[in-house]
């Protein structure tokens, strides 16, 4: 594995961009690189180095992968609107709206943390599918920003610098392997392994280095003899070691294997012009040293689907020793490497890049489908576990097309993988020209034929349990969901006809009148054929509908006043109120402000109807001094009188209810409310019983205290 080296200064991006970057799109990654530098001067990272050193070596990575001018600008970019408060739309006016959707994009995904739980996990994966979806360059560019952050986590707590290997391994570099960027994905893992299991990484590292010596010795005259028998017969070629990762050796000692029974520890990469030689150079290399059996891949002719294409095969060596030994063309090389990141095409004005994501990541598509609907996050979540992130097996239709799966696929996967139809109409399975049921579990290199009957009546509901990907379960989910769906329609609409005969109604009436519409709101379907669903399924009988179309029902807010609003006796007050130098008068209480003991009262002499009440400011009596007489309260009043509050709230939720709830533990009866509404605000006519004005204003105040109540006060009419 070679490592793309760390940088320190702007001149040392610049020359490498201008290598394969068009002279007018330079101008635009200086500009990127000038705004980064000014917006990020004076900070420090924890390891020291001034902050812009981070996005220059993002942006120096992705030139391992001659990324284009727009995915440099974004990577010298990409911290600016999460840690300087730079905001989108400038960057879209210094920028163009491509860099801004890429800024943003990593932008999320760098909002992410790592936690433990799984909802938090799943929150993860569900945003980098989905930012997959969106422009397959923001993964590439979160990639090389947490290489470059993977290379100094020794400047973090041990326990935070654990977390962030765990995620890279659990999350990131399965994404790299899928993307096909070999060289990134190895970085990552083994300096994941390295903080994630210190104690395991260095005890692998101890014994590389141990045997070091040997190995290169081994492998330097192994190519030397390679070699020769290559130029013997013309064939153009260049040879290298090739070192294991340290995380590939951990992976195969936790699968039970021993350090000595790792046979590419000594590896070489062949590299040759054309696809002819890859095979002519196979032939001669086998002509020279045994090849172990089991041990030769054919990757050029069933290329993997990450598009990776080599010959690998692995012959007894120098002294008998095991070589393992890669065969491959200088473009193939560059697909093994770079993968998806291979096809930069964007300054051609091409998506080449971002459809051979979509036509080769086979599995993304199946789990964007679940960010599509309303999936249980459990759901979502098994399906990136097993769909995505799990080891990977690649079998082969009998033409040869690679399909990939997850360990521990079967026929019923594979069939849905190709196409659904083909999973629908499919009656069996033959593997390697043998008949096998459907849940067989398939296994690397099978040859997979589906047998299937265009009259088939579909998939059976047995295969949900067989199959092992969300993604065929899903499929076999939805077939029957139509079907379902379909019976439940006509089964409803039958029931519902029924209903309107038996009960002597007309069902085209109730079609053509509003009370459809108040039906459909009633029982929240949104047309007439969810209705008949609805009634099909048994969610809703035909009965519920009869009963609410002829009964008028009370609303919540009139079930409540009919327990709680009373119906109050006339009150007689001639005894309660003191009126100067009158007996035997009729005394009346004004209608207008409805006075209650304790407010300031004074009479009216009215013509023919004795006296009103009034309190002392009423605006109907604060002009007319002629008839004016005092009058006040008698001492320990035990009824209660009748006056009128006006309550305003905000239109955002009807508080009727809460208004009457105040009641409860007081000596407060509601006798009636009246609700009025404008585009802004409810308003609440309440009308009460209460034996004074202390009480009054206890009551009024816990109504103030009911949220979006912005005024309550004493009515006057």
């Known amino acids: 594995m070679t490592k793309i080296r760390d940088i320190q200064t702007y001149d040392e991006l610049y020359d ?26 004076g900070v420090k990272r924890k390891s020291g180095e001034d902050y812009i050193v981070h996005p220059l070596n993002v942006a120096y990575i992705l030139t391992s992968i001659s990324a284009d001018s727009a995915t440099i600008e974004a990577a010298l970019l990409h911290d600016v609107i999460e840690d300087c408060g730079v905001t989108e739309e400038e960057i879209e006016e210094k920028f163009g709206h491509e860099v801004m959707l890429l800024v943003r994009g990593v932008t999320k995904i760098n909002r992410l943390t790592f936690k433990s739980d799984s909802e938090a996990t799943i929150v993860n994966h569900r945003k980098i599918i989905v930012g997959l979806s969106e422009d397959v360059r923001v993964i590439i560019i979160k990639l090389a920003d947490r290489l470059h952050n993977m290379r100094t986590l020794w400047a973090i707590p041990e326990d935070r610098a654990k977390a962030k290997a765990k995620e890279t391994l659990d999350i990131l570099t399965p994404i790299a392997h899928r993307l096909g960027m070999s060289e990134i994905k190895s970085e990552l893992e083994d300096l994941s392994l390295r903080y994630y299991k210190p104690n395991v990484y260095f005890d692998i590292v101890e014994k590389l280095n141990k045997t070091k010596v040997e190995r290169e010795s081994l492998v330097k005259e192994m190519m030397h003899e390679v070699s020769a028998i290559l130029n013997e017969h013309n064939i153009k070629h260049e040879i290298k070691g090739r070192a294991k990762s340290v995380y590939s050796i951990y992976n195969k000692l936790n699968k039970g294997k021993k350090f000595n029974e790792i046979y590419d520890l000594l590896a070489l990469r062949v590299f040759v012009d054309t696809k002819d030689d890859c095979y002519q150079a196979l032939g001669l290399i086998h002509s020279k040293y045994k090849p172990m059996p089991k041990r030769f891949k054919d990757y050029i002719a069933m290329p993997k689907a990450n598009m990776y294409q080599s010959l690998h095969t692995t012959v007894f060596g120098i002294n008998g020793n095991p070589f393992e030994i890669q065969i491959r063309t200088y473009e193939m090389d560059l697909v093994a490497e770079k993968g998806i990141a291979s096809h930069w095409s964007y300054k051609e004005g091409g998506k080449v890049m971002q459809n051979a994501m979509e036509q080769k990541l086979q599995f993304f598509r199946s789990i964007m489908e679940l960010t599509e609907e309303e999936n249980k996050s459990s759901e979502f979540m098994n399906a990136v576990m097993n769909d995505v992130l799990k080891d990977s097996i690649y079998v082969y239709t009998p033409k040869g097309d690679v399909i990939e799966l997850p360990l521990g696929a079967t026929p019923i996967d594979f069939a849905y993988r190709v196409h659904s139809k083909i999973g629908d109409t499919m009656v069996g399975a033959i593997v390697n020209d043998q008949i096998v049921p459907l849940d067989y579990k398939l296994k690397e290199n099978d040859i997979v034929k589906i047998n299937t009957n265009k009259n088939s009546k579909g998939p059976s509901k047995e295969w949900i349990k067989m199959a092992f990907t969300t993604h065929a379960k899903n499929k076999i989910k939805s077939f029957y969901s139509k079907i379902d769906k379909n019976e439940n329609l006509k089964n409803g609409e039958e029931a519902l006809a029924r ?14 009148s509003e009370d459809l519409e108040k039906v459909l709101n009633e029982y929240s379907t949104n047309t007439l054929d969810d209705l008949y669903i609805a ?17 008028d029902k009370p609303t919540k807010e009139e079930i409540v006043l009919s327990r709680n609003v009373k119906n109050a006796k006339p009150t007689v007050i001639k005894n309660d109120i003191m009126v100067e130098g009158i007996d035997e008068i009729k005394v009346n209480i004004a209608g207008c402000c409805k006075p209650i003991p304790g407010d300031e009262i004074i009479g009216y002499i009215s013509k023919g109807y004795g006296i009103n009440i009034h309190r002392m400011h009423c605006p109907n009596v604060s002009d007319l001094e002629e008839r004016i007489i005092p009058a006040t309260w008698q001492e320990n009043i035990d009824r209660r009188y009748e006056t009128g509050i006006l309550v305003r709230a905000l239109r955002e939720k009807n508080i009727l209810v809460d208004i009457v709830s105040k009641t409860v533990g007081s000596n407060i009866v509601i006798q009636n409310i009246n609700t009025m509404e404008s585009n802004e605000e409810y308003l609440y006519d309440v009308t009460v019983l209460t034996h004074n004005l202390d009480e009054l204003k206890k009551f009024m105040n816990e109504i103030r205290k009911i949220p979006n109540v912005f005024d309550v006060e004493r009515n006057i009419k």
């Open 535 to 551: 009634i099909g399924a048994g969610q809703i009988t035909p009965t519920q509908i009869i009963n609410f179309l002829t009964v």
């Open 16 to 41: 490498q961009v201008k290598t394969y970057i068009p002279e007018e799109e330079l101008k635009n990654i200086s500009r990127a690189y000038a705004f980064a530098y000014e917006h990020h001067f």
């Open 499 to 512: 209903e309107f005969r038996r009960k002597k109604l007309s069902l085209s009436t109730f079609l053509e």
